[in-house]
């Protein structure tokens, strides 16, 4: 299984962005797949994630209302739409593979991609 992050970019308050992760595999659509960031000199943290059948998603209430994660089964891939971007959004963002326990923690994910900075002008 691989996941490669992709959209991030230099951008001003108030922008937006859309990320990508495309994942390798055939079991792509019966994971979860959530994304985190980490900020320089902090904990990587949680963002969102989807069900494996699009049907939920939960987001941290630091992005609530301004991020949206969708899927494409048919193209292996997960977005999120990031609308309204702060500067404290500044982070690289890493796109996971959900296996098992909470999905807000680190330990439930065993498959990462590489990550995408994301960097956010005042």
């Known amino acids: 299984v691989q996941l490669q992050a992709s959209g991030g970019g230099l951008v001003q308050a108030g922008g937006s962005l859309r990320l990508s992760c495309a994942i390798s595999g055939r079991t792509f659509s019966s994971h979860s797949i959530s994304w985190f960031r980490q900020a320089p000199g902090k904990e990587r943290e949680f963002v969102a994630v989807?069900?494996?059948?699009?049907?939920?998603?939960y987001y941290a209430d630091s992005v609530k209302g301004r991020f949206t994660i969708s899927r494409d089964n048919a193209k292996n891939t997960v977005y999120l739409q990031m609308n309204s971007l702060k500067p404290e959004d500044t982070a690289v963002y890493y796109c996971a593979r959900y296996d098992s326990g909470s999905y807000y923690y680190i330990n439930s994910y065993n498959y990462w991609g590489q990550g995408t900075l994301v960097t956010v002008s005042s």
């Open positions: 989807i069900t494996w059948s699009g049907g939920s998603t």
